[in-house]
């Protein structure tokens, strides 16, 4: 059927303006884009540019060159150096048991070396260097660069390692380093980044841990090209880290070599304290250990000979353990007495070899007694049955008031670990942790040292430096980080009656250098160098009355756990005195056998600064000290080449 002209002309119109809307809306959309397109392009391009360039490049952290620590004299003793590693992609060696079989024929590689890479590597992206071996030879090196061919994804690598040249010397003071584990990260609230690092090292113990946060320094940065899936391409800039910062030591490396050398196999320990400004010259206990052996990852074989001597080397002897202090309190006793005006320097006590309190017999260490004895006399032959009576005069809260003013059960503040309180008891300790009245017995056994008196032998240096200078002395440490100088304390005076403090001095000197002196046998000759001092020894066992009715046993018939402890303390020069020495000998018997001659020996070393001549000993001692000091030096000697050449 034929349509109309005025058809047609609807017909055409309708279209017309369906095309208009489908056209304005088509003209709409691609405006939208346009808009869109241009408010991404012009308006967020900084924003996407970030965040095409983050996707591009990563920024990965390099670890910081660690401070190095001196003795007082500028010589290194923790020190950094080059050490070569190996290291080894996962993905790139595809079979990693074969290719760490063939690495193991050209570098020494122990089944703890390969379960540990392995262990990293299940913790890793497949495309991150894990160290299969640390610290090895340039030689080792070389054959594995040889032999790159056949050892796919395996890079020899260099960095810096922790290295102590001096290995045991100062092993109990200055500490170790060791890989971060997840104990060390639990110290930290928010760990820094940098301690993620695979294998990085922080200090484990000693003046390491304690000065962490310094000798850390900070970690640099570098941007790295990175592919789709990760890998390194190539690196486009680094800003280094600060090192950290070096620490310096008041000690001495000749003393503290020469004492841990003296001290040889003994169990037993050592301290040297400055007079000035409480400054540290030696602290040593031995046996020791090489802390280079935990910088590299210890061994079971050899972490097993540590931990089973039963000597403990591992120990801190210096500050970790408390030891009966034996007659060394005595002087404690009989200060807080004269400062209680109890006693005068010339009351006489008669000691018959015992005393009894409540129905209880204690003795003195002289079966048959003493007989009359003043303080100076007491002090010098150690007559126990004194200070017995002393100690019921005074009570042990003015016994306990005097040993802490004088620094016994007190934490010094020095960076070592598991620094000890000691302990001084009184009535409301005992009532508190024994949840027991306190008894007369216990006041006259504290008297002498024993009971539950308890002091580290470096509250035995301190007290016996406040005795010596009668100012609140306390012991230092670091003598300076990165050349800034750590304040000094000389310590104010004390308040004591310096009258009694020379009775005191007076006495001590008696002990060494008086003929009926217990520490005679080890005088020093020379006048100028004379020492004051006290021996001690502490039980460690209780002596039955049967033991006493048949005698009791020798120390040297007894199985070295149950002998005594022997103990001395000095200061020297007696008229214008410089330094304070301790000294414990673990199970060593008596104090003026086994400690009186390692610290007079130690005395003289830190007073001439090196060996002493001859005159200043005994004349009978001469020839035997002579052979000791060849022998001491020889031993130093090899022990000083060996440490630097192995570092």
């Known amino acids: 059927m034929k349509r109309t002209s005025k058809e047609v002309a609807e017909s055409y119109a309708r279209v017309s303006r369906r095309g208009m809307i489908l056209g304005g809306l088509q003209l709409g959309f691609v405006g939208l884009l346009g808009l869109r397109m241009r408010h991404m392009q012009v308006d967020q391009a900084d924003e996407f540019r970030l965040l095409a360039e983050e996707n591009r490049i990563n920024l990965r952290l390099i670890p910081p060159s660690r401070g190095q620590i ?29 290719v760490m079989a063939r690495l193991a024929e050209l570098v020494e590689l122990g089944p703890d070396d390969i379960e540990r890479a392995r262990a990293e590597m ?14 090895v030879s340039w030689e080792a090196v070389s054959r594995v660069a040889v032999n790159a061919p056949a050892l796919p994804g395996v890079v020899p690598e260099v960095g810096l390692s922790r290295v102590y040249p001096d290995r045991e010397t100062f092993a109990h003071v200055v500490g170790y380093v060791g890989p971060v584990s997840e104990r060390d990260l639990a110290r930290y609230e928010d760990p820094e ?7 990085f090292q922080i200090g484990k113990v000693g003046v390491e841990r304690n000065y962490e946060e310094q000798l850390r320094g900070r970690a640099g940065a570098k941007r790295v090209e990175v592919n789709a899936v990760g890998r390194v ?29 003296r001290l040889g196999e003994e169990s037993a320990s050592v301290v040297v304290m400055d007079l000035e400004h409480g400054d540290l010259l030696a602290i040593a206990s031995a046996p020791s250990y090489d802390p280079n052996k935990f910088v590299r990852g210890i061994s079971v074989a050899d972490y097993s000979v540590y931990r ?6 591992l120990a801190s002897k210096t500050v970790q353990d408390a030891y009966p202090p034996g007659s060394t309190f005595k002087m404690v006793t009989a200060l807080a ?71 016994l059960g007190e934490v010094h503040g020095i960076p070592m670990s598991a620094v000890t309180e000691g302990l001084i008891p009184d009535k409301e300790w005992k009532l508190r942790n024994r949840d027991a009245p306190w008894v007369v017995g216990d006041t006259v056994n504290s008297s002498i040292g024993q009971g539950f008196v308890l002091s580290s032998p470096l509250q035995q240096a301190v007290m016996t430096a406040r005795l010596a200078t009668g100012r ?38 008696s002990v060494s250098n008086n003929r009926r002196g217990t520490a005679y046998g080890s005088r020093i000759i020379d006048d100028g ?33 149950r002998r005594d402890h022997a103990l001395f303390v000095n200061f020297a020069p007696y008229e214008q005195p410089q330094i304070a020495v301790s000294v414990v000998v673990e199970h060593g018997g008596g104090g003026s056998a086994a400690a009186a001659p390692i610290a007079r020996d130690v005395t003289l070393q830190a007073l001439y600064k090196g060996d002493p001549p001859l005159e200043a000993y005994p004349t009978k001692d001469r020839d035997r000290i002579r052979e000791q000091q060849q022998r001491l030096a020889e031993e130093r000697e090899d022990k000083m080449r060996d440490g630097r050449s192995r570092a």
């Open 70 to 98: 001196f003795d007082r004299n500028g010589r290194i003793i923790a020190a950094n150096e080059p050490a070569y590693r190996i290291t080894m992609v996962r993905e790139d060696a595809e079979d990693v048991d074969a």
């Open 122 to 135: 299940a913790r890793s992206a497949p495309f991150l260097p894990v160290t299969v071996a640390d610290r």
């Open 193 to 199: 980044p940098v301690l993620r690092i695979p294998r």
């Open 233 to 261: 391409m190539r690196e486009l800039d680094r800003r280094e880290g600060e090192a950290g910062s070096d620490v310096q030591l008041t000690l001495d490396s000749d003393l503290q070599n020469y004492v841990q050398a």
């Open 308 to 313: 089973e001597n039963e000597r403990r080397p």
């Open 337 to 407: 007495a004269m400062d209680a005006g109890v006693v005068s320097p010339n009351d006489t006590v008669w000691c018959p070899g015992h005393m009894t309190v409540s129905g209880r017999r204690f003795h003195c260490w002289k079966r048959v007694g003493h007989g009359h004895m003043n303080l100076e006399l007491s002090l010098r032959e150690s007559c126990d049955v004194y200070y017995y009576d002393l100690a019921l005069k005074v009570g042990i809260e003015k016994i306990a008031e005097t040993a802490r003013r004088l620094g």
């Open 472 to 509: 609140a002395i306390s012991p230092r440490l670091v003598k300076s980080v990165d050349g800034i100088e750590t304040p000094r304390d000389p310590g104010e005076p004390m308040g004591f009656n310096e009258n009694h403090l020379r009775q005191l001095r007076q006495a001590m000197f």
């Open 529 to 561: 160098m004379r020492m004051a001092g006290k021996t001690g020894t502490s039980q460690v066992r209780n002596i039955t009355a049967a033991e006493r009715a048949r005698g009791v046993v020798r120390n040297e018939d007894l199985p070295w756990k």
